[in-house]
């Protein structure tokens, strides 16, 4: 398992946006639909991170890589056993990799310092994490936790978390990145550390590549 973080820091939409002809037809259209710059550029970074770690880690070209997607939309590399999951958050983009033999991943990533309101609260902890949280950042390891083991799952995530208990989890952890917390669910997830990158480095091996 390898978890990739992609920090964008001040970056603009703008700065990126000659990287487009390079990310799927269907995440373009994404692109296109959303708002903000700051939300496409999130979603960009994310095209391009899974374009060139796919191209790296399994040998298929750029062009050729090709999606389906499980009965809640959950992305699957087509004809390849490589498991990742994506997620992203303000100023960030993670990803996780994993190998067929280490089964499904699940990846989610918050800030730290996020602030969480009492309806929000009760809807994600159970009855017994209520007990372990004393502070936002406890709040947030379980909450990341909750959202990436569901998304290894591939069941969709759940307005209501409760029932996803972090006590009765396994191969589920939260981990530090400056900022963030990143949870990560999935054979190996104990051991796994954080690789972070700027988004400048990322645009400057996609374009090694390109040469």
Partial sequence: MEVITVLTGGAGFEDAAEYLPYVSAL???????KRSGSDKLLSLTAGLLISLEVTRRTGIPRGSIRYVHGAFGKPYLDGSTLQFSLSHTKGAVCAVFSDGESGEVGVDIERRDRRVSERIRERILSENEKLLVSSTEDLMRLWVQKEAFL????TGIADDLRGADTTLMQDTEALCCGEYLVGVSGRGAGAAQVKVITLDELLRQFDEKLV
């Avoid at 995440?27 to 296109?32: E, F, L, Q, T």
């Avoid at 998304?151 to 591939?154: D, E, N, P, T």
Wanted: net charge positive.
């Fill in 27 to 33: 995440r373009r259209d994404r692109i296109a639909r």
């Fill in 151 to 154: 998304k290894r799952l591939g």
